[in-house]
C-alpha cells in the first residue's frame, strides 16, 4: 500500500515521483517545492525551487539572488508530470505554503510544512486544505503544548519592556531572525506605545527589509550596532537571534541598569527550556501550531489518512490512530533538527 | 500566600544567580505572614511534611481530569522532565482560582498545607484523591506544579542551606552563624518557632561560628619548578591532601559544633567526631579535612560513601559496631584558637606545634592530627606525590613555615601561603555510544553521554562510564543534533549512535567493580576534549584502562 503512495520519504525528504520533484528537500536535487524559507526547510544548490512570492524573496535573501526561482501565487495550479500542484497559506512566515498535490487519479494529498492555525499579523493566515491524506508537522504534538491568548503575550512583553525602561535595564528578545522576529517586532507596536528604540541584529535587519518589501508594516527600528548603541542602551529593546544569547555583541547594549533577556517560543512553556539557556524570562509566542491547533487543522481538511513529520512524531502519530480513529502513519524527514522555529 | 511560595520556587529555580536568590527569599520572607514563612523555611531546610501520595494516585487523577490516555502523559513527562509539571500543563486551568486572585487573597502557604497536604498522611485512596482534586480546583498552574512536588515526596526547593540562613540573618539583623545555630536541630514550621528564629540576638548567642577558611592555590609545575619558585625545601611544611570535606570544630563552651566551609552546621550528621573531640579544652578551634577511614585498609574510603552520609538529615544513630568498618575521621591540619585566643595570625610552624600538642599523631580516635610528609628535596617530595592515588589522597599541600592564617584564597606573595599540588588526572580516549536526555533544565537535549573503550581485542566497543560535564553549551547543542541525526538505534529514551565521535575523558580515581560490564569504575568522569584528530579504530582498550588500577 504504502509502496503506491504519490509522496514517499526518501533519500532527501518527501518526493514525489509522478510530479518529478521534492518537497523542501534536505539534499539538492533538479527541482525543488518549498514550504518556507527556513533554512532546515530550504537547502541550497538545487537545480530549480517552486515558491510562493513572498517566500521566494526570501530565498533570494537566504540563498543569494542568483538561484533559479519560479513563483507560484497562492491557489494558482501548475502542472508537474502527472499531477497538478497548488500553494496555500500556511500562517507559518511570510510566504509560507501548504503543497497540496493533485494526480490524475487517486488521492489528493497535502504537505503541509510548518503551519500555525491562529491568525497573526507577518504571515498570511492558515487556509485549511481538503484533502485525502495531509502530511502534518508535529513541533509542538504534545497536549502539554497549549498557547496562550497571543494578544495577552504581546502585552506582557510590552509591560515587561516598559519596566525594565524604567530601571534603565535594556531588554533583549531572542526570537528567529526569520519569522519570529517581525512578528515580535509588529505584536508589540500593536500592544501600545513603544518605550524606546528597537535595535535589531544585522541578521533580523535584512529579513525585515524584505517583509518590508512585501507590504508587512513593521514599527520604526534602527541597525543594532556601535552607532547607534547609545539610543538603545537602557530603555530600548534589541531584537536578536536566540544564538547571541550571552554573547559580548549582545551585552554591550546593557544599560545603567543591566540587561534582561528573554526567549520567545513556544518552548518557553517548558520550565526547563528556559534555565537552559540560563535566560531571565520566557515569553510563549510561537510559530507553530500548538496541541489543539494541530487537531483543529487536521479536523479541517478532512483527511482520513495523516502523515506525521518532524517532531513529537511518535505520540502524535499514535494518538491520532488510537485516539482519532485515524489511519496515521509516520515519515522520516530531517526538518526541525535543530528546532528551527 | 501559596503563591507567593510558588512564585518564589520558580525564580529559585530560574536563577543560577546567588544575589538573585537571596533577594528572592529575603523579599519573600519580609511580605509573608509568619505562619506561611514558617512552612516556607521548613521546605527550604529540606523538612517534607508527612502527606505523601503516591504516584500511582497521581497519575491516575491527572489521566481522568485531563482527558489524555495514560501513555500520552508519560510521553508528556518524558518531553517536560518533570511529572508534576507536566500534568500542571495537561489540567484545565482552575476554574476556582480566578476568584481568589481577583480579591487579592489566595490560599495561604499554611492553609494550603494543613488543607490539602498534612491530612493525605491518615487517608485512604479515596479520600487522597478527593483532596487532591479539591486543591487541582482551587490553585492555578504554577502552583500545582509546586503542590505536586510537596505531595509527590522528595521536594526541594534550589537555595542552599547556607543562602537560606544568610537571608533569614538579613531579614532579622543577626549573624549568619546564630541562625545557623537555631536551626541546627531542625525546624518545626509553627509560626512561634519561626518567630523566635527571627528574634534579636540573646546574650552569649554569638561568636559560636567558624573563622573564615583559608584556601589553598594550585600549582601544577614539576619537581623542578618548584625548586626555582618555592626555594628552600626546609622553609616549608607538607602534607598529604585529603579528599574529604573541609571542616572547622569549634569546641567553645562545653559544646562542640561542626562547620563544613559553606558555613553549614554538620554536627548532627557527625555524632562519632562530635564524640571524639570531648577531651579537646575550651576555646580550641581546629581547622582539617572530614573523611570516612576505611579501617581494614587503613585509608579512606571513597568520597561517594562520603557523601550519602553527609546527604542523611537525620542523625546516625551512634551504633559504634556498624560503623566499626568504615567511620568518621577528622584529620586536622591547623589550629585557630586556642585556649580562646585567636592564634591565626602565628606563623604556621607555631600553630602546628600547638596542633601536635593537642592530638598526638595517631592513628586511633575520631579526631586526628594529619601527618606531615618528610621531605629534604623537592624531587622527593615528587616522589612522595606520586604515591599518591596509592593512599587515597589527591595530592600534596604545601604550606610555608612562616604563613599566618588568613581569610579566603589569597594569591601567594614571594615565598609564602598554601599550596596544592595535585596529581593529574587520569586521561582515556573513547568513543561515544550512547547518549540519554539530561533531566530538569536538559531534559530536552542529549546531554547524558556514555563513553566506550575497545575491548582487548578490538573486537568491540566496552561502556566504562558516563559523563555529561566538561562541554560548553554550543558544543553540547552541536553534539545533541548530531545525535538526532546519527542514531542507528532507540530503546526507550537511549540513543545508540555510530562510533564515530571521540572524547578525551579524565577522571581523579579508578577502582574495580562487579557491576560494571568493564570491570573498573571511574571516579569523577569528565570530557576534557573533542579529538579530532582521532578516529574511534584509534581509541583506547580496556587494557589501558586496567594498567591503572590500584595493585592489591
Known sequence: MAGDDLILAGSCGLGCEAGGFWVDPSSPVPLAVITHAHADHATAGCGRYVATPGTAALLRSRLG????????????????????????????????????????????????????????????????????????????????????????????????????????????LLAYSLGKAQRVMASLAGAGELPGVIGVHGAVEKLCRVYEGAGVSLPDYVHASKATADSIKGTGLVVAPPAQAGTPWLRGFAGDGGMGTAQVSGWATIRGRRRWQALDTGFVLSDHADWPGLLHAIEMTGAQRVGVTH????????YLREERGLDSFMLATRWGDEDAE | MMRAFADLYLRLDATTST????????????????????????????????????????????????????????????????LSEAISLLLPEASAAPDACETGRGLGLRDAVERYVLPLGGACEAERREIIGEAWDRLRRHEVLVYLKMIRGGFRVGVQRRLLSRAIASVAGVSQATIEHRLAGGFDPSEDAYLSLLAGEREGESGRGPYPF?????????AE???????????????????????QLCRREGETLLWSRGEELISHQFPEVIAGARGLPDGTVLDGELLLWDGSSDRPADFASLQTRLNRKRAPAEQPGLFEARSPVMLAFDVLESGGRDVRPEPQSVRRGLLEGLLAESREGSVRC???????????????????????????????????????????????????????????????????????????????????????DRSELVVFTRAYSGLSNAEIESLDAWIRRNTT????????VKAERVFEIGFEGIARSGRHKAGLAVRFPRILRERTDKRADAADTLGVLRAMLPSD
Not at chain 2, 19 to 46: C, I, N, Q
Open chain 2, 214 to 222: 583559608f584556601l589553598a592555590h594550585s600549582v601544577q609545575e614539576s
Open chain 2, 19 to 82: 544575589s538573585a536568590k537571596l533577594e528572592a527569599v529575603a523579599g519573600y520572607l519580609r511580605s509573608a505572614e509568619p505562619g506561611d514563612a514558617a512552612w516556607a523555611v521548613a521546605f527550604m531546610t529540606g523538612n517534607r511534611p508527612k502527606g505523601i501520595a503516591s504516584s500511582a494516585v497521581v497519575r491516575s487523577l491527572a489521566v481522568e481530569r485531563s482527558g489524555v490516555p495514560a501513555w500520552m502523559l508519560e510521553a508528556c513527562r518524558d518531553a517536560v522532565g518533570d
Open chain 2, 225 to 247: 619548578g618548584l625548586a626555582s619558585s618555592l626555594g628552600d625545601p626546609s622553609d616549608w611544611i607538607a602534607e598529604w591532601k585529603w579528599d574529604g570535606i573541609r571542616v
Open chain 1, 65 to 172: 539572488g542568483e538561484i533559479e526561482v519560479e513563483e507560484l501565487a497562492f491557489g494558482a495550479v501548475r502542472s508537474f508530470g502527472s499531477v497538478g500542484v497548488s500553494l496555500h497559506p500556511a500562517g507559518h512566515v511570510l510566504g509560507s505554503a501548504q503543497v497540496r498535490v493533485e494526480p490524475a487519479r487517486g488521492p489528493v494529498w497535502c504537505v503541509s510544512g510548518d503551519y500555525k492555525t491562529e491568525p497573526g499579523p507577518t504571515a498570511e493566515a492558515f487556509e485549511p486544505v481538503p484533502c485525502d491524506v495531509f502530511v502534518t508537522e508535529s513541533t509542538f504534538g504534545l497536549p502539554v503544548f497549549r498557547w496562550p491568548e497571543q494578544g495577552g503575550v504581546a502585552g506582557s512583553m510590552l509591560s515587561w519592556w516598559r519596566a525594565n525602561a524604567a530601571s534603565e535595564r535594556t531588554s533583549a
Open chain 2, 489 to 496: 538505534r532507540r530503546t526507550g529514551p537511549v540513543r545508540e
Open chain 1, 311 to 318: 517532531g513529537y512524531t511518535r505520540p502524535f502519530s499514535r
Open chain 2, 370 to 456: 594529619s601527618p606531615t610528609i618528610g621531605f629534604d628535596s623537592w624531587e622527593s617530595l615528587g616522589e612522595a606525590r606520586g604515591s599518591a592515588r596509592e593512599l587515597g589522597v589527591e595530592g600534596v599541600m604545601l604550606k610555608h613555615r612562616g604563613s599566618p592564617y588568613v581569610s579566603g584564597r589569597v594569591r601567594p606573595e614571594a615565598g609564602g601561603g598554601w599550596l596544592k599540588w595535585k596529581l593529574d588526572p587520569r586521561t582515556v580516549d573513547a568513543v561515544l555510544l550512547h547518549a540519554l536526555p539530561g533531566s530538569g533544565r536538559r531534559a530536552t537535549m542529549y546531554t547524558d553521554y556514555a563513553f566506550a573503550v575497545w575491548s582487548d
